[in-house]
């Protein structure tokens, strides 16, 4: 056996190939070219999954190979899923599958899956990753205030296991000042990197509302006493932002409303105003951004804002920027 090339491979490769055949031989990636789907996040109830990818075969002739997958955890395979033997023609796609019993994280939250190609001579494929157990998780951005990352709980076999990463640098725990009676949502927006696009089930800005400073937002959690926006998300490359769904207002009151009067007296917005004359009053108020089953990995995000407005634009000269004053004649 040629030592010069068992000193190229891993430990686990080496334990592998020595445990399960004779051979040895470096992988010959040139001669496969494998695609697959993203697969994952995976929990100990989810069963045994089928795990599809297509080959193609890149040589001059044909040959006969058959396709495995190792579950390997504290150094010893635990589960293996192994096709049997079958003919590849040259530039010639065809399809297979393998499975994956996700029981096995009921022992184990982290594992290391071996995927690889062989005949009976050569290696054709040959890859490791790690993989986690999907975990239900609760995201207080104010806990990592410059990024998060998840484990690598989804894998795409053609390539490698995956995590998430959420980079909340820009994120304000403050609204900034605003001259024009209305919260800026851009300060909550927030980065987002995976190889799929982000997804959701719900997004929303709640807050308590005692005094009923929004007197036309009903209450949606009537335990706690929350009010809520409903906000839409839009993704642009890595960044994430946040629009509010449909509301109206009463030009004279920038009142805010969910729903339309009888006598169509309000006009739509995607604007959060907020009440006038009442930025005294609403100043320390929290809005809390919400963002239900976020990612692939189904997170909960929250974020806490605080409200710390400036003096009002128009007003009396006490509180506001600009006001009018005069002197009483006869």
Known sequence: MNKRVLTCLSPLLFLLLTSFGP???????????????????????????NISFKMEYLGSNNISVREGLYVI????????SLNEYHTLIPFKSVTKNLVFDTSIFQNYSYITLHFFVESTSTTYYDKEFELFEKRTLEVDVMDYPTSYQTPRTCFNISSNSYEEKYDF?????????????????SKLSFDYTFQQAFTYKRAYLRFKDPSNYFNHITVYDTANLYKRFLLTIKQSGTKI??????????????????????????????HLFLPLKQKDNLKGMEF????EEAGINKLTL???????????????CFNSDYCVTGEQHD
């Open 23 to 49: 051979k040895v031989i470096v992988p010959n990636y040139d001669s496969i070219t494998i695609t697959s789907s993203l697969y994952g996040p995976f929990s100990k109830d989810d069963g045994v999954k």
């Open 73 to 80: 955890a504290d150094g010893k395979i635990i589960n293996r």
């Open 169 to 185: 640098t820009n994120v304000s725990h403050t609204f900034p000042d605003d001259y024009y009676y209305e919260l800026n949502l």
């Open 241 to 270: 932002s946040f629009t509010p769904h449909l509301l109206y207002y009463d030009e004279k009151t920038m009142s805010l409303s969910t729903f339309q009067l009888l006598d169509n007296s309000l006009k739509e917005t995607n």
């Open 288 to 291: 809390e951004l919400v963002v």
């Open 302 to 316: 929250y974020s806490m804002t605080t409200l710390n407005p400036h003096f009002n634009l128009f007003g009396e």
